[in-house]
């Protein structure tokens, strides 16, 4: 079953720390998103990628880094945690121009 | 730059019809999609429409008028479970490096009442 996965569901997390949140899909997309999201807030797109070897930045600066070395896997990074970064991260792929998939997102809190 | 007008919160009754408008403003369009999501959820795709006119998926449709820059998605025979926020979406060709982001609107948050 094609599918996008986002692991660790919830996180909380000392200031200062490194983190990566995980997201893979296996339904072959080579566009993959992250969004940050508040509760009760918009998306707002911090990365993209259209394939391997390929990422930029979003509309909303982040202080995280993603990579892409492999199609179905799309990482992100927080090099050193703060309580500013407290929010929900949204994974998503989709190869349709307007059609996309999300995976069940990442809760983090950091302390 | 864009940027997508939609109401905060529309409250309506199990069994009735509601419509849920969004207006947007951009350099360039290429279409407007709709995302619907539960408290606690992931955003989920409910429908996209890229010319004028009402696009029906079963219980929910979604209209778009270009020259309006105007849009809606009506759900009818509202259901207790359809209580949930809902997006409207742009891919605005202009939006900067890639074209191939979506711009969301702030959401509208849905709740039935029985």
């Known amino acids: 079953e094609a599918d996008i996965y986002q692991t660790p569901r919830y996180l909380v997390i000392g200031t200062g720390k490194k983190i990566t949140l995980e997201c893979s899909q296996t339904?072959?997309?080579?566009?993959m998103y992250w969004y940050q999201q508040d509760p009760g807030m918009e998306l707002h797109l911090i990365h993209y990628s259209y394939g391997v070897n390929s990422t930029e930045k979003g509309d909303l600066s982040s202080e995280s880094t993603v990579s892409r070395i492999r199609t179905e896997h799309f990482p992100l990074t927080l090099e050193s945690a703060r309580p500013s970064h407290t929010s929900q991260y949204l994974c998503?792929?989709?190869?349709?121009?307007?059609?996309?998939?999300f995976g069940p997102g990442t809760r983090l809190t950091v302390l | 730059g864009q940027s997508l007008e939609q109401p905060s919160e529309v409250t309506a009754v199990e069994g009735a019809i509601v419509q849920i408008n969004c207006t947007y403003q951009t350099s360039g369009f290429y279409g407007l999609s709709w995302y619907q999501q539960h408290d606690g959820g992931a955003p989920t795709f409910l429908s996209y429409n890229a010319l004028d006119g009402l696009e029906e998926t079963g219980r929910f449709s979604s209209f778009l008028s270009r020259s309006d820059s105007y849009g809606y998605l009506l759900l009818q025979e509202l259901q207790m479970k359809d209580s949930a926020s809902y997006f409207c979406?742009?891919?605005?060709?202009?939006?900067?490096?890639?074209?191939?982001?979506?711009?969301f609107g702030k959401g509208t948050k849905l709740s039935v009442i029985p």
């Open positions: 998503a792929s989709g190869d349709r121009d307007n059609e996309q998939f």
């Open positions: 979406a742009v891919r605005d060709p202009q939006s900067g490096a890639g074209s191939y982001q979506l711009t």
């Open positions: 339904m072959g997309h080579d566009k």
